[in-house]
């Protein structure tokens, strides 16, 4: 250094970090005696700092040298500390000056190289370049650049031309022998072999990070040692006995570094334990992991104050193995605070604490501290502690992240003259006074500025931007020996107080961008000494807890603990994340809620705490599920008193209080009444109940946090619980752009001076107000993180230097004094995407009682519509409020981005309100017209809607298309039917029986499970998803859903009910389970009876039939078996039927009616059984004739039943009659007289008589096997005019079948046509007497026409019905041996209103309407809600003054202006009826109608819509024609056929030159749109999670120092000085953490057994939908995700399909995968690779660098079979803790999966479905952010 001095040639010491460097210069000036002039560089840096600064003195703006100017002018040593720090166009502007020892300054001046200078001098004198303005640059005048090697550490590497000027010299640690010679000097108590044992940690550790760096070697990368290891010694040296681990945790706390893997700690602990400082004292973990605790060994015994010296303290220490009364201490001397030593309150010291205070003192006494640990674990109150014992007043220092380096030391401002003056910060201050500076959260300090003061904390010594310097006693007092006091303060020198402190408190890592960093770097390793505090252990907690709350139960308090550390424990990251909501702080809050609320449950309290209501769906089910395991129930609510809860303000005991169920609290006097809100606010239950919770928490007197989406009502909750206490407010809103200083005073320029404003914070904290912050979470997170301070420390700093306290800590005149009413209410969107907030929560949530504030529940939203919309009808506002309960649904699965909430369902209802008369479309538009551009995201809303029975005219067609009626033709005699009155002339037999008292066998438990059937997952707990039909298009379908079936169904039966609703049974198949359908048709429970049909080789011929109510009996033909469920008492029997041929099958007799009767027989034999249920009797029948058919012929014959049985002989069919008489059976042969055809089959004969129109007596519908010719049958009596109940007794003997003819139908045999084996359904409605007939087209397409018809009408109504069969029925087997042979296209059933349920066999349900009085009430109905587009006749009126204005709004809200004029209508025909409107229509009608119907335009009134609408006159028909012309509705969106036809071919044409592009043949893209078409939803869902993760990385940030943009406030000084970098603008984060892809490995289960079960569960295709859900889902992300699709199977461990950079392009390349993967694993060999393919994709996974790892592996769970465990696959998994790896499991046999999944916590999942697939991505991703 001497040398390059000599040389006048400028040096750069480069090392590591350090204060070695530093050291170096200033020990070469001391010894060279030159001045120095230093300068710590940061990115916020700038050219004024370097060169010159603007200031103002007397409105005179001038110039002041700076460091780098002084140095040159006088020949001082200039330090550049931390160039890499500087930004890259900082620094060139002194490049003139190292090389040429020329800079041109600010003021005019310039800088001139001496050599030059004294040239010119030569020839010019001084006094003339004193007018040029040159300058002499000392010839002594040298640079020395202090900075780090970059690459090595972060930073900006040096500028080719700077680096050239400039001569090197590595500064290296010091050798073992320097540094065993420093520290012997320093510590001469401590073992010389102790010293040289810590000196060997740390070279070992350093050399192992070293090599770490280099590429070409394979080794665990270490975090670096610290350089020195001096603070170790001197602690030694004063308390020999302190355990040299615990002081090495604290100079180096890898422990706490969460970013570290196991194999980085097990090389730094197999250090420590090869120089013996790991096996002497054990570390202790807690459940969470999160710290390792060793102890000092040490406890303090007494602290005393030294006389004669002011500001010493006497620390006595005791070794911790000792008792007190036996030790002996050992004494340190510390310095103390100058207030008076007091013991700390309301603080609890358990025996870890006292260990943590020992450190505390320890480290104090020779350096600052970092105490480091998670969020809630105590750090404040501990510091608190240490301070209140010493005597020390705090400086609290807010940090954040855009905190620059000036802004740690001081802040420009202007005096009341406009003079610029710089005001010491309170860093500053604490040094100068002797105080306590506390750094709280420095982890969000950016780079380098921590590293500015680094001179401050190391050796007291900085140079303060206004040109003082601070300096420490030592050097204080040598310039003492030379100068006296003044004149050291002449000089701007200023004492650092021997007491001053800097406390810094930190959590273990830092939180960015998604991504969690460490920020412990090496650099600020070398500035602290750090106290590592970890989460109390259970007994710890609970002793904390029971003295603070000592009145809280011992069992609730040993629950919430032990609930607590099970979380803490976990190794699944989902669950393990929610740790954080469980600290001791919040723990605390539980604990005071439940003491002072013991009504509250446990269980609400906790979920409270963790904000579940936004949590993931698989986190919030692993947590609820946590929960049950530990016994911590949810409370069962009171629906009543929940619906009953309301608020109220009365008078007790002289006071006004606010009562809210039980909780009440005094309302406010003498407040600021303008402050206070004056809201309008409707009752409703849940909001009440929010009410309730808010006020609790406001008891407790804590600060309140409302979490939720938009428009729930945080706002006006807050406002009313406001209201009702009669509080004032004050409010600020935040955004992004909110900054510290405008959160806590404004700043203006008012005449040149700098004023500050009090924000509404500092007005609120003063007055006593509450203080609204509303969008919290737009600001960003540093920004609100100050609020912690206030709330936590009751202190905080202004911008303006003010401070606010909540007690007197001294007699600062700039301290502001919070009210002791003073507090917050804080509203934040929930995070996450889409509101792309902060996690305001997860930063500083957990000291504010949080509150979820979700959408107000079904109830509370309906009382809430009704209070803004009382005249809209409460069905439209169900349907509204189920569509946004739906739409909601979507948004937490990911389908859709948009939160609707209340706000918006409240805004369609006030315009129906207002305007009903214009339909609901349009209300709905103003919502939904925001979405009419994305069309995947129109088509859900439309699709959610339309179930809701909800119409929006997104372009849709509002239109009528009812089914054609037409006539019934005269009725045909087929068959007459007679009985011989006399006894004797009939042929009768008397049949063998045998009657016994049956015996049922069993007694097993049912199952019963909350399914869904949405997606026809039978896994998923939900509701039944009822897609409502009249959406857009009225049919006579009212509404459909899908009963989960995996397989089809088998039978369907009604069943009692007692209420008004049709619940109902469905038998299905694969595996048989028993679907029980619940009164409203939104549940479905299912009932597992696999294990009562195990496996059936092929369909099982199963009927099902309710016995009585409660009871089913389930028939197996095959098996002659019956199973009695007994629904009420969930238990299950079974009987065998005891025929005498057990092999053939039987039957059962179908409508029977008779309760509690049961017949069975066997086609083509001749034995019957009977079976009463009531009397628990089986009887055995013999007839003389092959049975064929029974039927009940009650209707008939009086007890008797209907025989249709062969005649042996004739094989002709024949009609019989079987009666019983007391216990006797008989048959008697009826005599048939057939008219054309032959004797027709009767399927059954209905009991319940209808009347013909054209014939009075009584008929009785008959089901026939109907042939092609025949609408429908009945019987009749014969003669007309005999009216007796039966129509078969011996008086009346005749009996006629009739039937309608129809037109023949042609009977061709279409080939492929699945239908052609399946019956017609049949049914009788009883209440509308009419009967139903579905008939499939012969042509086989998936559509029927349902046959309505009214026999009392005589008309027959033609609808047109959608029918299916589940895909694999026309390949299992050749048709003709279709099982389906047997049954029916449609089961049907009728309600109990008329209406017609049918069920086809894939499990569709729909219900229909079928009465046409009916249908036309729905339809007037219907035309109300849709309302008219038609936007033509709309007027513009100019009223003559308000009244006619008011008239005009209240005529159309009622109605009566719509239409022109008169509201008359136009079309065809009249109708008629009472009311207040009129019009005409089409058609005819009569009765005492509500109104009659108009036009599709100028509709009348609000009367009824059709002609006829009220009760049956005796003469007129009780139904009419529906008149389809009156409800005919035009809309803006008709376009002519010709265009229609012309954007239809021209789809077609695009798609033919699409396949001819991808050279596909149609049939490929059929099979591929099929995988497609099932993943549409999962896709979306997919990329929505994608996107939320690009939108919020993509988020820019401040960039100051800019010379355009906006002003930034904190620069108005600079800007009235007249500098140019005073602007903001946005701009890219720099983040110090590399961006780059995530990879994501998928590895598939291609074996033999996919295959193989493919038929069982779809396992293989669901294989092959997941992987085409990768490759869609992640198109276009690939710079972000990079992912590969490998499989294992029997073959092999790994065979690729898709690889990086080789991503399929199209829809041809991805169909290509999909066949390569199907043929893989239907040719492969039988085996399994499970394991090797997971530690395959492990090691492979990791080749190349990448941001984050994800490892997923596909199972079948097909492994226990293989002798594979469980433990096996987790540890592959765990293989390496880099790679987030996990396996699914996609298929299982019973319980397979769920076993394994159980095994390996946090690595398995299962899922059964592709649709979870999403859910469980989702849940991956966030579990790595969290690790």
């Known amino acids: 250094m001497m040398q390059k001095d000599a040389l006048g040639q400028d040096m750069f010491l480069i090392g590591p970090p350090g204060p070695f460097k530093r050291h170096l210069v200033q020990k070469y000036a001391q010894l060279a005696h030159r001045e120095v002039e230093y300068i710590s560089l940061s990115k916020d840096m700038t050219d004024g700092d370097l060169k010159q600064r603007r200031e103002i003195r007397n409105g005179t703006a001038f110039y002041t040298d700076q460091a780098c100017v002084r140095a040159a002018i006088h020949g001082r040593i200039l330090v550049l500390d931390g160039i890499e720090k500087a930004e890259r166009n900082v620094l060139p502007i002194i490049n003139n000056l190292l090389e040429n020892r020329e800079m041109a300054l600010e003021d005019g001046r310039f800088l001139v190289h001496p050599k030059r200078f004294d040239l010119l001098v030569a020839s010019q004198s001084e006094s003339e370049l004193a007018k040029w303005k040159l300058v002499r640059t000392s010839e002594k005048f040298i640079v020395i650049g202090l900075g780090l090697p970059v690459p090595k550490y972060e930073g900006h590497p040096l500028d080719p031309p700077l680096r050239s000027r400039f001569q090197a010299r590595n500064i290296n640690i010091p050798t073992f022998l320097t540094q065993i010679t420093e520290l012997v000097k320093i510590a001469p108590n401590v073992p010389q072999k102790t010293l040289e044992k810590l000196i060997s940690v740390g070279i070992v550790l350093r050399a192992e990070a070293t090599t770490a760096q280099s590429s070409n070697t394979a080794t665990v990368a270490i975090p670096e040692f610290p350089t020195t290891l001096v603070p170790v010694a001197r602690i030694l040296n004063k308390a020999p006995g302190v355990n040299p681990r615990s002081l090495l945790d604290s100079v180096y706390p890898h422990a706490l570094m969460e970013t570290l893997e196991k194999e980085q700690i097990s090389v730094i602990e197999a250090t420590y334990q090869r120089f013996d400082f790991g096996s002497e004292v054990s570390g202790k973990k807690t459940a969470s992991g999160s710290a390792w605790a060793y102890d000092s060994n040490f406890r ?440 510290i200083h405008s959160l806590t005073s404004t700043p203006s320029i008012v005449n040149g001076v700098i004023v500050y404003e009090d924000s509404p914070l500092v007005r609120a904290a003063r007055e006593g107000y509450i203080l609204v912050v509303d969008e919290a979470d737009k600001a960003p997170t540093h920004v609100t993180s100050v609020l912690k301070s206030l709330v936590e420390d009751g202190e905080m700093v202004l911008s303006d230097g003010r401070r606010l306290m909540y007690r007197d800590n001294d007699s600062s005149e700039n301290a502001i004094f919070v009210h002791k009413n003073f507090r917050m209410f804080v509203l934040a969107n929930r995070p996450g995407f889409p509101f792309l907030g902060n996690d305001f929560y997860g930063e500083i949530g957990d000291v504010f009682a949080a509150h979820c504030v979700g959408n107000p529940d079904k109830i509370s939203e309906l009382y809430l519509l009704k209070k803004y919309a009382p005249s809209v009808d409460e069905d439209i506002l169900i349907k509204l409020i189920d569509s946004f309960n739906d739409l909601r649904r979507l948004v937490d699965e990911g389908l859709i981005n948009y939160p609707y909430s209340t706000r918006e369902l409240v805004s369609v209802v006030k315009h129906l309100q207002s305007f009903p008369r214009e339909g609901l479309s349009r209300a709905l538009q103003n919502v939904f017209d925001f979405d009419s551009y994305d069309t995947d995201v129109k088509e859900l809303i439309i699709t959610t809607l339309s179930k809701n029975g909800l119409h929006i005219g997104m372009e849709s067609d509002f239109k009528v298309d009812l089914g054609s009626e037409k006539n019934l033709p005269e009725p045909e005699l087929l068959e007459v039917w007679s009985r011989s009155a006399q006894k004797g002339g009939a042929m009768m037999w008397e049949c063998a029986s045998e009657a016994l008292r049956y015996q049922m066998l069993g007694g097993w438990n049912l199952s019963f499970t909350d399914q869904s059937a949405s997606d026809g997952d039978v896994k998923r707990n939900s509701g039944l998803q009822r897609i409502d039909a009249r959406s857009s298009i009225f049919t006579e379908q009212v509404y459909a859903f899908k009963v989960p079936c995996n397989g089809e169904v088998l039978d369907v039966c009604r069943t009692s009910s007692t209420g008004k609703g049709d619940p109902f049974y469905v038998l299905t198949t694969n595996p048989i389970a028993l679907h029980c359908v619940d009164e409203l048709h939104r549940k479905v429970q299912i009932v597992d009876l696999y294990e009562f049909f195990p496996l059936q080789k092929s369909l099982p011929n199963l009927k099902m039939i309710e016995l009585i109510p409660g009871v089913l009996v389930l028939h197996n033909a095959d098996e002659n078996v019956l199973l009695w469920l007994n629904m009420n008492e969930k238990k299950a029997y079974s009987m065998n039927l005891d025929f005498t041929d057990r092999k053939r099958s039987s039957a059962l007799a179908t409508a029977i009616s008779r309760t509690g009767e049961l017949f069975f027989f066997q086609p083509n034999g001749q034995q019957l059984v009977f079976i009463d249920y009531l009397k628990s009797q089986k009887t055995s029948i013999v007839l003389p004739t092959l049975i064929r058919r029974v039927l009940d012929g009650g209707a008939l014959v009086p007890n008797g039943w209907l025989i249709q049985g062969m ?303 009220g009760e049956p006159s005796a003469s007129g028909r009780e139904d009419g024609t529906v008149d389809l012309s009156t409800f005919n509705l035009r809309t803006a969106n008709d376009v002519p056929r010709e265009v229609t036809e012309a954007q239809k071919e021209m789809h077609e044409m695009a798609m033919r030159k699409r396949l001819e592009q991808l050279k596909m043949t149609e049939k490929e893209m059929k099979s591929f749109s099929q995988y497609r078409q099932n993943i549409v939803r999962e896709t979306r869902e997919l990329r929505a999670i994608i996107e939320a993760t690009e939108a919020k990385n993509k988020e820019r940030v401040w960039l100051r120092n800019q010379s355009t943009g906006d002003v930034d406030d904190t620069k108005l000084v600079e800007g009235v000085t007249g500098e140019r970098a005073i602007y903001k603008r946005r701009g890219d984060d720099d983040s110090t953490f590399q961006q780059k892809p995530k990879k994501m490995y998928v590895t598939f289960d291609l074996s033999a057994s996919m295959t193989r079960f493919n038929g069982l569960d779809s396992r293989l295709d669901r294989s092959l939908e997941c992987a085409l859900l990768i490759m869609e889902a992640f198109k276009s992300f690939e710079h972000k995700f990079q992912y590969r699709i490998s499989a294992h199977s029997g073959d092999t461990a790994n065979i690729d399909f898709v690889t990086e950079k080789k991503y399929p392009k199209d829809e041809k390349d991805m169909f290509g995968v999909l066949g390569k993967m199907n043929g893989h694993a239907r040719f492969c060999l039988s085996g399994d690779n499970t394991v090797a393919a997971v530690e395959q994709v492990v090691d492979s996974i990791v080749a190349e660098e990448a941001d984050d790892y994800f490892a997923l592996i596909l199972s079948d769970a097909n492994v226990t079979q293989y002798n594979i465990r469980p433990e096996v696959i987790a540890r592959a998994l765990k293989k390496n803790d880099k790679v987030n790896a996990y396996i699914i499991f996609i298929g299982s046999i019973k319980d397979q999966a769920e076993s394994l999944t159980k095994a390996m916590p946090g690595n398995a999942f299962t899922c059964l479905n592709t649709k979870d697939l999403p859910k469980i991505l989702k849940t991956i991703f966030v579990n790595s952010m969290l690790k």
């Not at 299916?1364 to 309600?1391: C, F, G, H, N, Q």
């Open 300 to 739: 303090i015994a007494n602290i005393k104050i030294v006389k004669g010296k002011k500001l010493d303290a006497i620390v006595d220490l005791i070794p911790s193995s000792m008792k007190k009364s036996n030790a002996s201490p050992i004494s340190i001397t510390v310095k103390r605070g100058t207030k008076k030593l007091s013991a700390p309150l309301f603080f609890v010291q358990t025996d870890y604490h006292a260990s943590l205070t020992a450190n505390l003192v320890l480290v104090h006494s020779i350096s600052d501290i970092c105490i480091i640990g998670p969020k809630g674990v105590g750090k404040s109150a501990l510091l608190r502690a240490m301070i209140d014992s010493l005597g020390y007043s705090t400086e609290y220092i807010p940090v954040y992240k855009d905190m620059s380096a000036r802004d740690l030391l001081q802040r420009r401002s202007t005096n009341l003259k406009g003079d610029t003056i710089w005001e010491d910060s309170a860093l500053v201050k604490a040094a100068i006074e002797g105080s306590c500076a506390v750094l709280d959260g420095i982890e969000v300090l950016g780079e380098g500025v921590l590293a500015s003061v680094s001179s401050l904390i190391g050796e007291r010594e900085v140079a303060l931007p206004d040109g003082r310097i601070l300096i420490g006693r030592e050097r204080y007092s040598f310039l003492r020996k030379s100068l006296s006091e003044q004149e050291i303060a002449n000089r701007n020198v200023v004492r650092v107080h021997d007491s001053f402190r800097i406390v810094a408190l930190a959590r273990p890592t830092l939180q960015l961008g998604g991504q969690r960093g460490n920020w412990l770097s090496p650099e600020i390793m070398n500035l602290f000494v750090f106290v590592p505090m970890r989460t109390l252990s259970y007994a710890e907690e609970k002793e904390v807890i029971q003295a603070i709350c000592p009145s809280i139960g011992e069992k609730i308090l040993d629950e919430l603990l032990a609930f607590a550390n099970t979380l803490r424990g976990l190794q699944d990251e989902s669950l393990k994340s929610l740790a954080g909501a469980l600290s001791t702080r919040q723990l605390l809050r539980c604990v005071r809620r439940l003491t002072l609320f013991p009504e509250d449950s446990l269980h609400e309290v906790i979920l409270k705490a963790q904000l579940w209501q936004f949590l993931p769906s698989l986190t919030r089910e692993a947590l609820e599920r946590l929960l049950k395991e530990n016994n911590i129930l949810k409370k069962e609510e009171d629906e009543v008193a929940f619906k009953e809860l309301t608020y109220s303000v009365h008078v007790e005991n002289g006071v006004d209080v606010l009562r809210i169920g039980n909780v009440a609290h005094p309302v406010s006097k003498d407040s600021n009444k303008l402050l206070i809100p004056d809201i309008v606010f409707y009752d409703n239950p849940k909001q009440t109940a929010v009410l309730q919770e808010m006020l609790k928490d406001y008891i407790l007197g804590e600060h309140l946090l409302l979490v939720g989406n938009q428009g729930v009502g945080k706002n006006k909750l807050v406002d009313k619980l406001l209201q009702l206490l009669q509080l004032p407010r004050e409010y600020i809103q935040l955004h992004r752009d909110t900054t």
């Open 1207 to 1509: 005649d042996s002989s004739t094989n002709l069919l024949q009609d019989y009659a079987l009666t019983r008489s007391d216990k006797k059976w008989s048959l008697e042969l009826l005599q048939v007289k057939c008219t054309k055809h032959p004797l027709h089959e009767i399927e059954a004969i209905y009991p319940t008589r209808f009347d013909h129109f054209d014939y009075p007596s009584a008929s009785y519908p008959v089901s026939m096997k109907t042939p092609i010719f025949s609408h429908g049958s009945f019987v009749k009596a014969q003669p007309a005019g005999i009216a007796e109940e039966m129509l078969l007794h011996q008086n009346a003997s005749i009996m006629s079948l009739y039937h309608w003819p129809r037109q023949p139908l042609k009977a061709e045999k279409i080939v492929g046509n699945r239908f052609s084996n399946l019956n017609d359904g049949f049914v009788y409605l009883e209440q509308s007497k009419q009967m139903v007939t579905v008939i499939p087209k012969d042509d086989g397409t998936q559509e029927g026409v349902m046959e309505i018809i009214n026999p009392r009408m005589g008309t027959v109504r033609s609808v047109k019905v959608p029918v299916s069969i589940p895909a694999y029925a026309t390949t299992e087997r050749p048709l003709s041996d279709a099982p389906m042979k047997k049954r029916a296209v449609l089961s049907m059933i009728e309600l109990h209103d008329g209406n017609l349920l049918t069920v086809d066999l894939t499990g569709m349900v729909r219900v229909w309407q079928t009465q046409a009085q009916s249908i036309l009430k729905e339809m007037a109905d219907w035309k109300r809600l849709v309302g008219s587009l038609e936007v033509s006749s709309l007027k513009i009126l100019y009223s003559g003054g308000p009244d006619e204005e008011k008239n005009a709004l209240e005529n159309d809200a009622a109605g009566n202006q719509n239409g022109d004029g008169n509201g008359e209508g136009s079309g065809e025909g009249n109708g008629s009826g009472e009311g207040s409107g009129n019009g005409s229509g089409k058609g005819d009608g009569q009765g005492e109608g509500s109104g009659g119907s108009g036009g599709a335009s100028g509709s009348g009134g609000e009367g009824g819509m059709s002609g006829g609408s």
